[in-house]
Structure formats: structure tokens, C-alpha cells
């Protein structure tokens, strides 16, 4: 006998996720969305169709909503469930996920969980952040169905007034919350800088602030997949979601491939995806040309698939577009020297970025199908922009004032090695 949980995309239901008697996941559109004039499909790797997605069609989307390595065997433990059951874990904890995307239990209806939160005192988040590692995303506590993406320990939040609660049930979050990582010193820091200096430079990027719950600091991250609306006039504000899924679930590779050494997407793959689909092509595909040479400079190597999406804004056929997402997840991992130097995607062949120079920046600007004069003179304009915004911005944590000193350091660098 099938399990199944309904599949909801904003408020319409247009779909069911099944277990089938195999154990295998397997996800089919309802007639009635089919039907629908207004219909879209759920991931650009799972177009309209009447038959049936097997396994390994849908894999890569469904699976691809929950979080990775070490935190999902934690959750599946903590929820008594096994690690590779895709569909036992977003029935525990599809409540609240990232786009516009909720799995409930077959028949239960939408309706009754929405706007239902628990604010929370700065005692009690500094106590659920230190929890964090032990019980990644809460799941397992009365109430809350959280899933995000990705191996760091985090979890959402509703963000009013300066109060900071856990949304409840399939109540829509505001902002992303990361907690300090006692391994890695200041990372919080070191987040907030680069995704500064990102808006900084001019390119568009999730608004960030640091802060802190009685001695734990936290990085809280504003949604870019939430969009506040009036619900009336003079009334209390509503929260509408915006679909969006990555790069890797747009493409149906697996969250364990997101790499490209590993089968994951590269950047030849990336930008093709976009040219393909962005509804305003030119400025998606300058933003991420700027968003693959930022990361170069300030070496985040762990830009893989996974940290680039499409934000699929409006609901009303009139009013839908398709675009890049704003950048999110990016830091110096350069910056510590433990971390792998190995980039997530190659640069014109190459994954190492210490060795890479302007002759493998107009290697990739050739198979990315980009002008490779513009790309390579790109990179010196972007390291001159981003030397002038780091000696502009008054930097005062000491860990904050390090890597900014590192990015400057390799943008010096670079603007050399470039007019060689």
C-alpha cells in the first residue's frame, strides 16, 4: 500500500509525493492542476505531464529540500526514521521549506496551520542554538515542521518588531538563523563581511545582521523567498512565498552531487540553465558571471550548485518572472587554512583557485558563451571595486577587520596576476 503526502505549491494543491510499495519515492501532478491554465510546473526538472516521476526523476527536487551529511543522521535518529528515506523525512518536517512548496498528510488541508509562532526570550534561543548540533532544525519538538537545505546547523525564524519566534506547523518564516561553529573561529563574522561587501559592490545579495542571545552570536539572514503584502488596508501584514529551488534541483541532481568533481553542475551547466530560462537573460547571466568572480576573489570555494537558485516571483500568470536568486551562504572559506583549497565548480578547467589566471577566466567565458575580453577585464574592475568598498566600510569586530585585510590581500594579488 502507497503512503502519500499532498504536495502544495503556494496554496493550490497540485500534486502527491507517494512511497510505493517498494520503498521508492515517486510523485505525480494532480488532474486537476493539469488542467489548470494557470499551472507551472514544481522544478524546471519536472515539467507538466500526466505520467507518473520515478525515483530517480524526482530525487533531486524532493530530496533536495531537506538538509545533508552528518544533520540529516542526526534528525533521522532523532525522528526514529532511516537517513535515506527522503519521504519519511519530509513527512516529519516538510512543513516549512524553502520557496513556496509544503507536504502535509494526505487530506489534512492547509488552512488551519498557517500564522501560529513562539516567540522566544534571548534565554531560550541561546539555549535552542547551543541544542542546534544535538537536534539540527528542532525537528522532533512539538510544533515544528522546519526543512532547509544544507549541512551548516541553522534554523527559520519569524522576525517582528525586533521579536524573534519559531514559526509553528506550516507558518511561513522571515529569516534563516545561524548560530556560531565553535570550529571554524568567527564564521559568523566572516559571512556577515563577505555578504556585506556583496550588497556593497552593488550585487544583489540577502540582507544580513549579526546578533546575539546571551553570549552566542547568530547570523540572521532575511528571506528572499518571502515577500510581506498587505492582507487589507490598515490591516496586519501577510507573508506570501516565492518559489525558488537551486541550481542542482533545477537540473535533478542529487544534494549528495552537488559538486562538480562528484557529478554535480558546472559552471558551463549553470549558465546555460539560466540563459535558458530567466525571463530577463542579459541581467541574470551578468549577475552570475559577478557572482562566480566575487567568490573567486574572496575565496569561497564552496560555491557549488546548491548556493545559486531561481526565484520564480508571482503568482498570477501576468505577473510571473523567472529570475536569479539573490546570493546567499557566501563567506571566505580561504580564509581558514584547514579548509579544502579545491573550488566546488572548475574555472576554465581548473579547480584549484590560487592557480588560476586570466587565460582559464577566458576558457570559461568561451564555454559559459560570454564575451572573454568583458569576462576577463571583469575580474580586475571587480577587485578594484571591491579594494575601494573594503577601505570605505568602518569594520570593527577584530575577526571581521582579518578578513577583510585577506579579501584585500587577494584582490592585490589578482589585479597583478591579471595584467600579466
Same mark, same amino acid.
Given at each position: ?58 530525487? #533531486?527536487?524532493? %530530496?533536495?529540500? &531537506?538538509? *545533508?551529511?552528518?544533520? /540529516?543522521?542526526?534528525? +533521522?535518529?532523532?525522528? @526514529? !526514521? ?40 534571548? #534565554?531560550?534561543? %541561546?539555549?535552542? &542554538?547551543? *541544542?542546534?548540533?544535538? /537536534?539540527?532544525?528542532? +525537528?522532533?519538538?512539538? @510544533? !515544528? ?40 573561529? #568567527? ?234
Amino acid at each position: 500500500m502507497e503512503r502519500k503526502l499532498d504536495v502544495y505549491l503556494h496554496r493550490n494543491l497540485i500534486g502527491k509525493l507517494a512511497q510505493n510499495r517498494h520503498g521508492d519515492m515517486v510523485f505525480n501532478y494532480s488532474e486537476s492542476w493539469l488542467a489548470n491554465a494557470s499551472a507551472i510546473p514544481l522544478s524546471q526538472s519536472l515539467p507538466l505531464r500526466k505520467e507518473r516521476f520515478s525515483r530517480r526523476e524526482c530525487r #533531486g527536487f524532493f %530530496a533536495g529540500i &531537506l538538509p *545533508e551529511e552528518s544533520n /540529516r543522521k542526526v534528525i +533521522a535518529k532523532n525522528l @526514529g !526514521i532511516s537517513a535515506r528515506n527522503d519521504f519519511a523525512m519530509l513527512e516529519q518536517i516538510g512543513g516549512e521549506c524553502a520557496g513556496a512548496v509544503t507536504f502535509l498528510t494526505e487530506g489534512q488541508g492547509l488552512t488551519a496551520l498557517e500564522d501560529n509562532y513562539r516567540p522566544l526570550t534571548p #534565554g531560550e534561543l %541561546a539555549r535552542l &542554538l547551543k *541544542e542546534l548540533p544535538r /537536534r539540527p532544525l528542532l +525537528a522532533g519538538e512539538r @510544533g !515544528i515542521r522546519l526543512s532547509l537545505a544544507g549541512a551548516q546547523d541553522k534554523i527559520v525564524v519569524h522576525v517582528a518588531n525586533g521579536q524573534i519566534s519559531l514559526p509553528l506547523g506550516g507558518s511561513p518564516s522571515t529569516h534563516v538563523l545561524k548560530p556560531a561553529i565553535e570550529r571554524f573561529e #568567527g564564521l559568523v563574522f566572516n559571512e556577515a563581511v563577505c555578504m556585506k561587501l556583496a550588497r556593497a559592490i552593488g550585487l544583489k545579495a540577502a540582507k544580513t545582521e549579526i546578533g546575539c542571545a546571551n553570549g552566542v552570536d547568530f547570523l540572521l539572514v532575511e528571506r528572499y523567498d518571502r515577500t510581506v503584502v498587505p492582507r487589507f488596508p490598515g490591516g496586519p501584514d501577510n507573508l506570501r512565498r516565492e518559489h525558488q529551488e537551486d541550481l542542482c534541483q533545477a537540473l535533478g541532481i542529487d544534494s549528495e552531487h552537488k559538486y562538480q568533481a562528484e557529478g554535480g553542475p558546472s559552471l558551463k551547466q549553470c549558465f546555460a540553465l539560466v540563459r535558458q530560462v530567466s525571463t530577463f537573460p542579459v541581467i541574470d547571466l551578468q549577475a552570475l558571471l559577478d557572482a562566480v568572480i566575487f567568490n573567486f576573489l574572496i575565496g569561497n570555494n564552496d560555491a557549488h550548485g546548491k548556493n545559486f537558485s531561481l526565484l520564480y516571483s508571482g503568482e498570477q500568470p501576468s505577473e510571473r518572472a523567472t529570475s536569479l536568486a539573490p546570493l546567499y551562504d557566501v563567506l571566505s572559506t580561504a580564509y581558514y587554512p584547514d579548509l579544502d583549497k579545491k573550488m566546488a565548480m572548475k574555472i576554465g578547467g581548473e579547480y584549484l583557485g590560487d592557480i588560476v589566471r586570466g587565460k582559464h577566466f577566458e576558457k570559461f567565458a568561451e564555454e559559459a558563451g560570454l564575451a572573454t575580453p568583458m569576462v576577463r577585464q571583469r575580474v580586475s574592475e571587480l577587485a578594484e571595486i571591491i579594494l575601494k568598498k573594503t577601505n570605505e566600510v568602518k569594520w570593527e569586530h577584530p575577526v571581521v577587520l582579518a578578513v577583510a585585510k585577506f579579501i584585500q590581500d587577494r584582490c592585490e594579488r589578482r589585479i597583478k596576476e591579471f595584467k600579466i
